[in-house]
């Protein structure tokens, strides 16, 4: 990177050709008092001060881009007028000067509400009380109730500022970067400044065309990553999701972090391997295996960007700033690192603190200028995803014994609270998304999304994706043609559905046996070879014994990494489940207690958080003092590798039942009666020894997993759920 640095230390950011008001708080002068709210600083100004200036002197936090020029309307407040007893002034409107062509200029041009006034052009000439909106705070309150997002405080990584550049002349031989930068340190208190070689070679240019007006992107306080001519005021950033299956992202305004598009695509690496060890074998044993991996991840994140430029109406050079959070893997090969390291103990990173590192280096289209920030990793397995689910959904802050999973095809698991908090990750393969089912697929316009089994008749109703109407609905079929999917398969949340409904209609026992016995109560249930299925949906969607089979190795996978947790904290209950990931969030919380994918607990303190881990990226994307939050929080977090603990074989075995061979289930029983454990029947016994055998399997897989080239236990659960099960 070129640079160039000024000298002395940061001040505090002021309008352009001002040194700043003289303010004394409470001081006894005629001077005006001013009042602002809702921060409620007040002290006392120079008649004459411009209302911006006095709320830069007292530390309140106005917007601004364009310096106090009057033409970005960033700094618009809202002067309160009356008797203020409680503050022992009055507010009238001669305590303002009038607008001037300045202000009346912008409100005919863009619009100003009638009880708004530029704060950078009304000056104070007696007492006031000014109003501060949310839209005009740097440091404004971001709610996103779309993306099922926590409140937080917006603290641009990348901001805008519009100066006047001193024009050059043969007396002061200062280059034009040199100048750029005192004026960027007289108007705005910026110092030890640094610049790309692209903004010194645009640079020259802007200013001719701005007629040395220019306006520049400033990241992190210290580099400048663009220039324009004139005034310019559009800045965006994309958070990205990285996940083993999907890949996600939001694309956001980086001045009041409002969301403009967000749009996901397939990861091209699955035809590499579902699973990501799969993936890791495929690096191992194909020469330039992991460059091929790199390169369609990286060609399909670009790919997300063109397509969320073009929904939100933007050029991609308009975007200056990615957050991105994947796991360990997607991280490494993102980054073009080798993973195989990641495939063996002790499962090492390459490296596990926040990475920060130009887009061009991930060979992504945007402003030439921007910048990648890549949430740091926790442990080989438990990645930059696990750290945007910690803050998002802020466990460590809690009082209450809080489980956050993010389920997918590799499991996240954080256990704990402000005084203790532990991460995993458990490998729990592809059966959750659909894959390994015999009728599975993604979750799209109609995929079976919900399932309910009448325990009488045995019979299903269900809905699809597209349609809002159950299948048993008069109008069901009407409205299945009116949207044109049909009833094409079964997702994610309709596989854990109908395990759950057919265990709690006895037709599946708690060994997760098809029971044969029913096919004399409902045609529903038939013989599939030496095995019996459920017809869900005739023709041809079915649940097969190998379905339940892969859902049971998957939920045991994860309940037995949650259980290491548990363990690990000396605890048997926990307060609080949150359900994370585009699939997590979709689950029924009952069902998955009923399939007996997470520890007994409360439904009422059982929720799903939507896609936790993109919503970590948003909010390290819109906050640096997020960023500098999460950096902190996972140095603190301790790591359990599920791989190495001798137990996991121990729970994984349990959890395979359900909901489990000897866990108690006290909240779940109070809401609904469990089907007492019973044998299974003579036609099904040869299904159970097959069950042991594959138990055994598990169990020689786990126990070799520390020395095996790949994770062991992963490829039983691929291998296992679509072997032959007799």
Not at 18 to 30: K, Q, R, Y
Not at 100 to 127: M, P, Q, V
Not at 325 to 348: E, K, Q, S, Y
Request: proline fraction near 5%.
């Amino acid at each position: 990177m070129a640079g160039a640095s000024t000298s002395g230390a940061a001040a505090s950011p002021r309008p352009r050709g001002s040194d700043g008001p003289t303010v004394s708080e409470g001081a006894a002068t005629a001077d005006p008092q001013v009042i602002f709210t809702p921060s409620g600083r007040r002290g006392r100004v120079p008649a004459g001060t411009t209302v911006l200036d006095a709320a830069r002197g007292l530390g309140v936090d106005i917007d601004s881009v364009c310096g106090g020029r009057g033409i970005c309307g960033r700094c618009a407040v809202t002067p309160a007028f009356g008797e203020f007893a409680k503050h022992g002034i009055t507010s009238a409107p001669s305590h303002l000067t009038d607008a001037g062509e300045i202000e009346a200029a912008y409100r005919a041009e863009h619009g100003l509400a009638a009880d708004r006034r530029l704060s950078c052009t009304a000056s104070l000439t007696g007492d006031a009380v000014i109003d501060v909106p949310p839209e005009s705070q740097v440091h404004r309150q971001v709610v996103r109730k779309d993306l099922d997002a926590r409140p937080f405080v917006l603290d641009p990584v990348v901001r805008l500022h519009t100066v006047d550049v001193v024009p050059p002349d043969l007396a002061t031989p200062t280059g034009d970067l040199g100048r750029l930068f005192d004026a960027l340190g007289a108007e705005w208190g910026l110092r030890d400044l640094h610049a790309d070689l692209g903004v010194i070679r645009a640079l020259q240019p802007a200013l001719t065309r701005g007629d040395y007006r220019v306006t520049v992107a400033v990241h992190g306080g210290r580099d400048v990553i663009a220039v324009w001519p004139g005034f310019h005021d559009r800045a965006f950033g994309v958070a990205i999701d990285v996940g083993s299956t999907t890949i996600a992202g939001h694309l956001a305004n980086l001045t009041d972090g409002t969301i403009l598009a967000s749009a996901g695509v397939m990861n091209p690496q699955i035809r590499f391997g579902e699973d990501l060890m799969s993936r890791v074998s495929y690096v191992m044993m194909h020469e330039g295996g992991e460059v091929e991996l790199t390169t369609a991840v990286r060609k399909a994140l670009d790919g997300l960007l063109a397509a969320l430029a073009n929904k939100a109406g933007i050029k991609r050079v308009e975007i200056l700033e990615l957050a991105l959070v994947g796991n360990p893997i997607m991280h490494h090969l993102l980054l073009g690192i080798d993973p195989t390291p990641l495939g063996t103990a002790p499962f090492a990173l390459a490296v596990d603190t926040a990475v920060e590192l130009p887009a061009s280096e991930l060979g992504l289209r945007t402003h030439p200028g921007a910048r990648v920030y890549v949430l740091p990793c926790i442990a080989g397995h438990v990645g930059a995803d696990t750290a945007g689910v910690i803050l998002a959904e802020e466990p460590h802050k809690a009082t209450a014994l809080t489980l956050v999973v993010d389920v997918g095809t590799n499991a996240e698991i954080v256990l704990g609270n402000r005084d203790r908090l532990l991460a995993a990750s458990s490998p729990t393969g592809p059966a959750f998304e659909g894959a390994q089912i015999s009728a599975g697929q993604r979750a799209a316009p109609g995929a079976i999304e919900r399932v309910r089994i009448d325990r009488e008749t045995l019979e299903p109703r269900f809905r699809v994706i597209g349609v809002d109407a159950w299948s048993d609905a008069p109008d069901f079929a009407a409205r299945l043609e009116t949207a044109g999917t049909g009833v094409t398969g079964i997702c994610g949340s309709g596989i854990i559905e109908v395990v759950a409904e057919l265990y709690l209609a006895g037709i599946i026992t708690a060994d997760g046996v098809v029971d044969g016995s029913f096919a004399a109560r409902t045609s529903r249930v038939v013989a599939d070879g030496r095995t019996f299925s459920y017809v869900l949906h005739a023709p041809g969607i079915l649940v097969t014994q190998n379905d339940v089979r892969a859902i049971q190795l998957a939920k045991a996978a994860l309940y037995a990494g949650i259980r290491l947790l548990m363990d690990q904290l000396g605890v048997e209950t926990i307060d609080e489940v949150r359900l994370a990931g585009a699939f997590g969030s979709q689950i029924d919380p009952l069902h998955a207690m009923v399939l007996g994918l997470v520890p007994d607990c409360d439904l009422a303190h059982v929720r799903g958080a939507g896609n936790a881990a993109g919503t970590g990226a948003l909010i390290a994307l819109l906050s640096a003092a997020a960023r500098r939050e999460i950096e902190g929080v996972v140095r603190r977090v301790e790591k359990i590798e599920t791989a190495v603990e001798p137990r996991f074989q121990e729970h994984f075995v349990e959890a395979m039942a359900i909901p489990h061979r000897t866990a108690a289930n006290p909240n779940l029983e109070r809401v609904l009666t469990l089907p007492a454990r019973r044998g299974a029947s003579a036609a099904d016994r040869g299904a159970d020894s097959r069950a042991a055998r594959r138990r055994r399997r598990v169990e020689a897989a786990t126990n070799a997993a520390t020395t095996q080239p790949i994770a062991a236990i992963g490829a039983t659960i691929a291998t296992s759920a679509t072997g032959d099960d007799r």
